[in-house]
């Protein structure tokens, strides 16, 4: 089985993934100016696989 979130909510993705130290990483490497977090739309998606196996 696949699935697939797509999360538009950054407090959401905060919950799962953990991305305040990321952006902070990102704004302290320079990548990300601070006044961008938050100004733009978001979007974060993973992709899980759920695998299910017997063994002989």
Do not use: K
């Amino acid at each position: 089985m696949v699935f697939s979130p797509v999360i538009r909510d950054l407090e959401t993705a905060e919950q799962l993934f953990g991305l305040r130290r990321t952006l902070s990483r990102a704004v302290d490497a320079g990548y990300l100016a601070p006044a961008d977090i938050g100004s733009a739309p978001f979007v974060v998606s993973c992709t899980l696989f759920m695998v299910v196996a017997d063994a002989p």
